[in-house]
């Protein structure tokens, strides 16, 4: 399964699914729902966080919590 | 509370401009302060409604939700929840950013789920047109059950409307906008579930319930809320590809934080130099105008200069919140965040680290409130704890005078100095060691804490003037009132230890003195300080020929001298006699029982003393030895007034050996750079993390790191 870690810069895609107990509610409430798009803006060094555009909100996260959120790619 | 006032409670997410509307609605007229027992922010302000009616407004902590699982989150519930709390609103007014209205609905249905009068402000009217959107409003009233004010926190327009909105409080719906039935397990309504469930099973709930509100919010924007994609600019997305790129983004940053320091300390130099020269003259000003004595040296020595040595940072303080209060309200700061996170992590530290670390060169007070927000509690653990290290204003007066005593102002280049060299290497060397601690405390701490990290990167915006200005405001008030109340309290302290006397020596100082003086003369040391007088008086005359343009013979010098001889003599045994009372005081036995301790680093009692009330606060070490010295010497010759000019006068009693060599400048620089010397501090660090043991931590682990380094240092060099 793809995972938000697996975007390219510039990609976007659809959230399917996380599991609830490691992601942070914080994140959930920003809007990081299931049906929702999540597009890769911006990558740091040394596999630092990612900077994310989730339901409209500009996010950054570590790529272990990317690495949880499961989604589809929009061709 | 008088009928007259309606309670009114702001909330919202962050960034939406809720502190701008807060701002707006009290003006001055606000308060920060903490709620009872825990580390919240509480602000609240007043606000005229109209002539017979006033509210008092309550800024929440910005907060995502309602939903309990940080501390803000559960001060805003227990608030909006709990009718007999002292601070329960009439009218809850929920701020939204109008580009975020999808996500700042959340909170707002929250609200809406306690019943209580709501009113819905959307904020950022301004970029409504540049954006293309547009929202039907009386459609959208309609579907949330509230009344909407659209505001512009920019322009300053919709204001009035929000007053008379919270005028007419009682007519504000308090029906919910999701129908009870829709969310059978509601975490906001049912308040035992927080207490019944376990940590994971209330998480489970509250993700459903959050996709539920989403799939109201959803459905309710469809019908009132358009963008026209193709008018939505595109000037962010360009800011952040330079501002976060992986090299310029680094470049950018860099470069600022060096532009940010090199124009605090330019800029500061002017209105510190006025400070100096202000409280210079004061003190001069009581000590001509009050009688000579022991009180007026408290006032003049102690009080006064204390009370300076904090006011001259002020500009300093707020030059510094000025920058970081300009690069968070413009969004920059978060960026700085997820650009430094990975590097911040290899030390154990969080990229929300960077915030604290920067203010720490202010104070260390706010720096490590500004630590709340890391959600990883080892990595805030370890920030807070290696903060102190980070050279803070208080250090510099210190590092300032020891630098100018030890270290020659030569120029080495065309405008590095010596002294400025080592004041920079000071700086890296506390950056340094923070950093290094944060590694071994990283390695070694046994802490189970989930490292996640959530940012939001919020839209550039162009700074509000106010809402900087407030925040300069409020962070320098709060250093100089905390501050300030400690000096005042260790000068008088200090004062009263050193004028009670121990032993009959301190009653009979006068006596001993004069009849040793008179039966064996001036012993070597008193001879030393008698020549030393005399060609200091030499210079000066020399000086002050050469001012006024007069020619002065040998002769004439010499015979002014022996005109000056006896009061010379007489300074001399004073300063014996004031020099033998502080030795037999409190004070003076406090010092000479540390002494052997502190002895190996090249330190006197009289440092000793110095080195004990700056466990106090640092900026104390020199009002203490101004109080010490100006103690050891009553007459306030003209050649010996400034403090920098007794220290270095200043010789060991047993061998008439300078005191402040370069060995022991430099171990005191270190001794400084490292010692955990301020309790303000570890007050903060108490509260912060609810307990003794890890202040107690700093204090014993830095005091320990200081006291190596400045022992190495003085073994090495004396």
């Known amino acids: 399964m793809l995972t938000v870690a697996d975007l390219q810069k510039g990609e976007k895609a659809v959230i399917l699914d996380f599991p609830v107990d490691t992601i942070p509610l914080k994140l959930i409430e920003m809007g990081c729902l299931p049906g929702n798009e999540v597009e890769l803006i911006q990558t740091t060094l040394f596999n630092g966080p990612l900077f994310l555009m989730i339901n409209g909100s500009n996010i950054a996260i570590r790529k272990n919590t990317a690495a949880e959120i499961l989604i589809e790619k929009v061709l | ?718």
């Not at chain 2, 009870?180 to 579930?193: G, R």
């Not at chain 2, 006068?510 to 003086?517: A, G, L, P, Q, S």
């Not at chain 2, 409190?586 to 110095?610: F, M, N, Q, R, S």
């Open chain 2, 1 to 718: 509370m008088s009928d007259s006032t309606i309670k009114v409670a702001l909330i919202g997410n962050p960034n939406t401009g809720k502190t701008s509307l807060f701002n707006h609605l009290t003006g001055l007229n606000q308060k920060v302060g903490n709620y009872p027992g825990i580390t919240v922010d509480k602000k609240t302000g007043t606000c005229k409604l109209s002539k017979t009616h006033k509210a008092t407004i309550l800024d929440l902590p910005g907060t995502y939700s309602l939903n309990a699982s940080s501390a803000d989150e559960k001060i805003a519930i227990d608030i909006l929840n709990d009718e007999t709390n002292e601070f329960s609103p009439d009218v809850a007014v929920v701020v939204a950013d109008v580009e975020q209205l999808k996500r700042n609905l959340l909170i707002f249905t929250q609200v809406k789920d306690l019943e209580i009068p709501t009113l819905l402000v959307i904020n950022m009217a301004d970029r409504m047109k540049a954006k293309g959107i547009s929202i039907d409003i009386p459609q959208l009233e309609a579907d949330l059950n509230t009344k909407i004010v659209i505001i512009s926190s920019k322009l300053q327009t919709g204001i009035d409307e929000v007053k008379e909105a919270i005028l007419s409080y009682n007519s504000l719906s308090t029906e919910r906008c999701i129908a009870a039935e829709k969310i059978e397990q509601n975490s906001i309504t049912n308040t035992e579930l927080i207490s019944t469930l376990s940590k994971l099973e209330l998480k489970k709930v509250q993700h459903r319930e959050t996709i539920i509100r989403y799939q109201f919010i959803n459905d309710t924007l469809k019908k009132s809320y358009r963008v026209d994609k193709e008018k939505a600019s595109d000037l962010q997305t360009k800011l952040d590809r330079i501002f976060t790129h992986k090299i310029f983004g680094y470049a950018i940053f860099g470069a600022l934080l060096l532009l940010i320091f090199q124009v605090i300390f330019e800029w500061s130099s002017v209105p510190m130099d006025f400070i100096d020269e202000i409280f210079g003259s004061l003190a001069d000003w009581t000590k001509d105008v009050l009688p000579a004595g022991m009180f007026t040296d408290l006032l003049a020595e102690g009080i006064i200069a204390g009370l300076g040595g904090i006011v001259i940072f002020i500009p300093q303080i707020a030059f510094l919140f000025l920058f970081i209060s300009i690069l968070e309200e413009s969004g920059y700061m978060s960026r700085v965040v997820f650009l430094m996170d990975k590097i911040m992590r290899r030390f154990g530290l969080s990229g929300k680290s960077v915030v604290p670390l920067i203010s720490g060169a202010a104070c260390s007070i706010p720096a490590i409130m500004a630590t709340r927000n890391i959600e990883s509690w080892k990595e805030r653990l370890i920030t807070i704890l290696v903060t102190p290290f980070i050279t803070c204003s208080a250090r510099l007066p210190v590092y300032a005078i020891l630098i100018a005593l030890i270290i020659p102002s030569e120029r080495v280049f065309w405008f590095f100095n010596w002294q400025g060299i080592t004041l920079m290497l000071l700086y890296i060397i506390g950056f340094a060691v923070a950093l290094l601690s944060a590694y071994i405390l990283h390695k070694t701490l046994k802490i189970e804490s989930k490292s996640y990290f959530v940012v939001e990167l919020p839209k550039y915006k162009v700074p509000l003037f106010k809402n900087v200005a407030f925040t300069v405001i409020e962070k320098t008030k709060a250093f100089v009132f905390e501050a300030g109340k400690i000096i005042l309290a260790i000068s008088i302290i200090l004062w009263v230890l050193a004028s009670v006397g121990v032993n009959e020596k301190f009653e009979n100082a006068e006596d001993i003195i004069t009849e040793t003086v008179e039966q064996n003369g001036f012993n070597e040391i008193q001879e030393v300080s008698l020549q030393n007088k005399m060609f200091r008086y030499k210079e000066s005359l020399k000086e002050e020929a050469e001012e006024t343009g007069k020619t002065i013979t040998p002769q004439e010098i010499n015979s002014a001298i022996a005109e000056k001889t006896p009061e010379f003599r007489a300074a001399v045994i004073e300063d014996e006699i004031a020099a033998l009372r502080l030795e037999n005081s409190i004070l003076g036995v406090i010092g000479k029982t540390i002494e052997p301790v502190i002895k190996p680093l090249g330190y006197d009692w009289k440092i000793g003393i110095a080195l004990v009330s700056s466990f106090a606060a640092r900026e104390v070490f020199i009002g203490t030895l101004a109080t010490i010295y100006s103690v050891g010497s009553e007459g306030d010759d003209e050649e010996g007034n400034t403090i920098k000019a007794k220290m270095e006068s200043e010789v060991h009693a047993s061998s008439g050996k300078k005191v402040f060599t370069f060995a022991t400048g430099i171990s005191l620089l270190l001794f400084y750079a490292f010692a955990m010397q301020c309790m303000s501090t570890l007050a903060i660090v108490k509260r912060e993390t609810n307990g003794w043991k890890w202040p107690m931590v700093q204090l014993f682990g830095m005091t320990i790191i200081a006291y190596v380094a400045g022992f190495i240092a003085y073994q090495f060099l004396k």
